[in-house]
């Protein structure tokens, strides 16, 4: 009987499985501010989002025959914004940790790097973590790297939102070292004029693609994929076309081929950071944003117009209840008025 119960439960099981299909909508969080490799706004066409990460998911998608639509949320708050269900996985550089998985499931990583140190290109001696002690360093929030320097008692740590800000300060001297993954250094202190890449590989970390720990079968179908997605060579296309690929992805895929797809998307980066540019290059970059800015000033536009006719339109309404209506709708759009005066703007 027990045996019997035991095969019927498992059935069930597999029924409202296969009865329950997954959405046709892959909502993946990320920080488009988090700039590249990972996710960007592409600098030919401000209205495209561009990146490996973006690329990765497009691909993970297309492989789960699903539509990907990316929600914007800020880095440090993309863990507690799939908890809430503004989204279904997170995918924007996201390291496994342990303290991580105790809140969300992760999948198998996409993407396996390290901590790289930057310095000023004059900078001399400062080839590790040992030789920052007594010095300060910058690391971006809520990363691997600023958990590494935190435990570096003798370390002046600083800390960033953005990556842009700590090479700025790095370049102009107000710090005396960066520490940030791998792929972050080859793309804004690798080729930024002041500055250069050193010492060895610090550490090391996973990338995942988080998941709600609900989600079981959502992380089964991402695991599948990523698997097709690597079996195919599409992930190492898409590595490569980055100029991403490294010794510790070879080891994780087992691929030990030779790059067949050119760093493109790398190059072009390059290009649009202003080296090799020519001022008629510049002069095309910067008239490419005017539509974007043509966009932004019709929406100003419109909504100020609509709220003013709704301002207008309110305001008239709750004048003529004061004036001509009996006492106590007059006392109610009294009381409005004297709530919304007293009430500050910016709440």
Not at 255 to 284: C, H, I, M, Q
Request: hydrophobic share 45%.
């Amino acid at each position: 009987m027990m045996r019997f119960l035991f095969v019927f439960l498992l059935a069930c099981s597999a029924i409202l499985r296969a009865e329950t299909p997954l959405p046709k909508v892959l909502r993946w969080g990320a920080d488009t501010e988090g700039g590249a490799p990972y996710i960007f706004q592409d600098p030919a066409d401000p209205r495209r989002v561009i990146g490996y990460e973006a690329d990765l998911v497009e691909a993970l998608a297309r492989a789960m025959n699903m539509t990907p639509q990316l929600v914007q949320n800020q880095w440090d708050g993309l863990v507690p914004g799939l908890k809430r269900g503004n989204y279904d996985i997170i995918v924007n550089g996201l390291e496994i940790t342990e303290d991580r998985k105790a809140e969300i499931n992760f999948s198998e990583p996409y993407y396996i790097t390290y901590e790289q140190l930057a310095v000023r290109k004059e900078t001399g001696g400062i080839n590790s973590l040992a030789d920052c002690r007594g010095k300060i360093v910058g690391t971006l929030k809520v990363s691997l790297a600023e958990r590494i320097l935190q435990s570096e008692k003798e370390i002046q740590l600083r800390s960033y939102d953005g990556v842009i800000n700590a090479y700025e300060d790095l370049a102009n001297g107000r710090l005396d070292a960066v520490l940030m993954d791998h792929p972050i250094a080859l793309y804004y202190g690798a080729p930024h004029r002041k500055l250069k890449l050193a010492g060895p590989p610090v550490s090391q970390m996973a990338y995942g693609i988080g998941v709600r720990k609900e989600d079981r079968r959502l992380l089964e179908e991402i695991n599948h994929a990523l698997v097709r997605l690597i079996r195919e060579g599409k992930l190492r296309e898409i590595l490569d076309r980055w100029a991403l690929w490294n010794p510790q992805m070879t080891e994780l895929t087992h691929d030990r081929s030779a790059a067949a797809t050119p760093a493109v998307a790398y190059e072009a980066w390059l290009k649009a950071r202003g080296a090799n540019f020519t001022w008629k290059d510049r002069a095309l970059q910067y008239l490419s944003y005017l539509p974007l800015l043509a966009k932004g000033a019709q929406t100003t536009v419109a909504l100020s117009f609509l709220a003013m006719l709704m301002a207008v339109t309110l305001g008239l309404a709750i004048a003529l209840t004061r004036l001509y209506t009996p006492a106590p709708f007059s006392q109610l759009a009294l009381i409005y008025v004297e709530v919304m005066r007293g009430t500050p703007l910016l709440i």
